[in-house]
């Protein structure tokens, strides 16, 4: 099933934190693995960006683990697709995630399909790279509106049901990109970093509803991040020789358990953290 809200212009797609190919083959799961279990069994999510990507990976384990997920992206073929092979676990909704109207959409549809909201995944956002001095105010715009105004608004627009769940979880996107001063990256950073610190303040604010807020730091490749290494090779290698554990992130082996982790009950005592997923590239103090 999928939905289409109008959106008010086109957006980029999302850039994640650059990182270089995996040498290896992700390990596939092992029988009765965590990977197989059912820890999400009976939650209902929306996933921003869910259509391609760390959010489709996100997508595709959460509704393997027993929840079922409103998917939010601009890419139509992509959203259809994902909803044609998760079936009625899954509903797509095509929009802009900048328009608060598409947040509001989505909370709506989650609560007509699947009855309640449990889990927030903010994991959308665009950005275009260039020095500082060279990036203008559209490009900030998009960082912005992508990024920390879409975060806001679909917190927003979900709080009312999380509350009623009783025992919710927002799990929102910051980047080593921010962490790290990645060049060329001054909008995106910027963006990021401002939703480290809007999560920590929530984290607070809602924990008297049981709602917990954390951030994801991912470091993983993606069909955006390719681009980007094929662009920009010299800062591609630098991130190379950051990863300690000798691997790169692989969106559904590495990044999307990490996330399906903080959406579960086992992290219901984890809140207003950050959780670096990146093979021990930026160790936090």
């Not at 009855?115 to 060279?134: C, I, M, T, W, Y």
């Not at 951030?215 to 662009?231: D, F, K, L, N, S």
Request: hydrophobic share 45%; net charge neutral.
């Amino acid at each position: 099933m999928y939905l289409v809200v109008e959106h008010r212009k086109k957006r980029l797609r999302r850039c994640a934190w650059p990182v270089p190919p995996v040498d290896a083959a992700p390990r596939a799961p092992t029988k009765g693995s965590a990977m197989e279990n059912l820890s999400l069994q009976g939650k209902s999510a929306v996933v921003t960006g869910g259509a391609s990507g760390i959010g489709g990976a996100v997508t595709k384990l959460f509704v393997a683990r027993g929840a079922r997920v409103v998917v939010v992206d601009l890419q139509q073929e992509a959203g259809e697709a994902l909803a044609r092979e998760l079936g009625d676990a899954v509903v797509f909704l095509q929009g802009d995630v900048s328009d608060p109207a598409v947040a509001r959409a989505a909370v709506a549809a989650a609560v007509e399909r699947f009855g309640k909201l449990d889990v927030l995944v903010n994991n959308a956002s665009a950005s275009r790279q260039k020095p500082f001095e060279e990036q203008t105010d559209d490009d900030w715009d998009l960082a912005m509106g992508s990024g920390l105004y879409s975060t806001r608004n679909f917190m927003l627009a979900a709080l009312p049901e999380l509350k009623k769940t009783g025992n919710a979880s927002v799990i929102n996107f910051g980047s080593g990109a921010g962490l790290d001063g990645q060049v060329n990256q001054a909008s995106y950073a910027a963006a990021k970093e401002a939703i480290r610190g809007l999560s920590r303040v929530v984290a607070n604010e809602w924990a008297p509803f049981n709602i917990r807020v954390n951030v994801v730091c991912p470091m993983a490749m993606t069909g955006g991040v390719a681009q980007w290494a094929q662009a920009r090779p010299e800062q591609y290698a630098q991130s190379a020789a950051k990863v300690p554990l000798g691997r790169f992130g692989d969106p559904d082996h590495d990044v999307a358990p990490i996330i399906a982790f903080l959406a579960s009950d086992d992290a219901q005592y984890m809140t207003g953290q950050t959780v670096m997923a990146d093979g021990g590239a930026i160790k936090l103090r």
